[in-house]
């Protein structure tokens, strides 16, 4: 479990935060991975690292896999929630047993419904539970107001997620202009095709090039100094997390009209076509246009898809 890397692992861990807060025992666990197995970017919440799948049987309380599940018996009906984009065909059986006498959420209305079809169930058989952003970022200060339009791409450096829409849309005219300060955050370097993409981007004189924000306080504050946040994706998104955070934090987003990122509009959303580096320039356009967010858009914001929220409906469908 890698802090900074996706939004299953923002999901789970601010579930167990709040699970604890409201007094519910919870806890990660890890197999096969010893004290390796990510603890040390979560420190506050409880880790515990199994040696083998079959020690999940041994564990009380409800079992909730996320994304994919062992074949292991559990003292309750276990849950799965798949954050997870669809697999392709061939894991269509592997998959189907993952599901196989549990629970299954996924995470929006556009997810569920892929699912369904993904597994051959009825949809009714899929509970919804959204995604939702920390009150951190809800609660964080902005910075003041900049005279030059602040954007930050803070995706994974990976093609599904735009990059390359991004690269190309910087290369007009319009984005060389001293009005707009873009950055791109150094995220999934965890894997080669983020380091491949670093490697490229070394020297970038179009853009500044962020670390990677690996605590929610961290990536609240960058987000509480940027403008616009884009999530070009080519591929359709089950949710999208940051969407959501960046909105809480003051930011207009600008993403693509693909997937479950339509459900994340907390007010401040702009969805344009993907794969279209003028759309997405022409969604910048439009958000400087709107303005600066203001204090009660802000709170409209805020007051959507909370973290309160999703851990009630997680509850409920888990009966705990």
């Known amino acids: 479990m890698l802090a900074g890397t996706g939004g299953s692992e923002t999901y789970t861990a601010g579930h167990v935060r709040e699970l604890r807060r409201r007094g519910i025992d919870a806890q990660v666990v890890t197999i096969g991975h010893g004290i390796k197995d990510g603890r040390q970017d979560f420190r506050d919440i409880p880790f515990v690292a199994l040696q083998d799948a079959s020690d999940i049987s041994e564990l009380t309380g409800k079992v909730v896999f996320v994304n994919k599940a062992y074949p292991v018996t ?3 009906k276990a849950a799965i929630i798949f954050h997870c984009s669809i697999p392709k065909q061939s894991d269509r ?25 993904y597994l051959d169930i009825p949809y009714s058989k899929i509970n919804i539970v959204l995604p939702f952003a ?11 107001e900049s005279k030059t339009t602040r954007i930050l791409f803070a995706g994974r450096l990976h093609p599904e997620k735009g990059i390359y829409t991004i690269l190309e849309m ?3 005219k319009d984005m060389q202009s001293s009005d707009y300060k873009t950055s791109l955050l150094m995220a ?3 894997v080669e095709t983020g380091r491949e993409i670093a490697r490229m981007l070394k020297n970038y004189p179009y853009a500044q090039l962020l670390s990677a924000q690996k605590t929610v306080p961290s990536m609240a504050r960058l987000l509480a100094k ?4 884009l999530m070009p994706s080519v591929f359709a998104e089950p949710f999208g997390m940051l969407s959501v955070e960046a909105q809480h934090a003051g930011c207009r987003v600008i993403a693509s009209n693909v997937g479950g990122l339509p459900e994340t509009n907390c007010g401040l959303l702009t969805l344009v076509e993907p794969r279209s580096p003028l759309a997405l320039l022409t969604g910048i356009k439009q958000a400087v246009a709107l303005g600066p967010v203001t204090k009660k858009e802000r709170q409209y914001a805020i007051e959507k898809v909370t973290l309160s929220e999703s851990l009630d409906d997680l509850l409920e469908v888990i009966r705990i």
């Open 93 to 117: 059986g592997r998959y189907k047993s993952f599901a196989e006498g549990k629970t299954i959420i996924a995470t929006s209305i556009y997810s569920g419904q892929q699912w369904a079809l």
């Open 188 to 190: 999934g370097l965890h």
């Open 226 to 229: 940027t403008d616009i946040v």
């Open 74 to 76: 559990t003292k309750q």
């Open 134 to 144: 920390d009150p951190i970022f809800g609660n964080v200060k902005r910075s003041k």
């Open 170 to 172: 910087m290369h007009q």
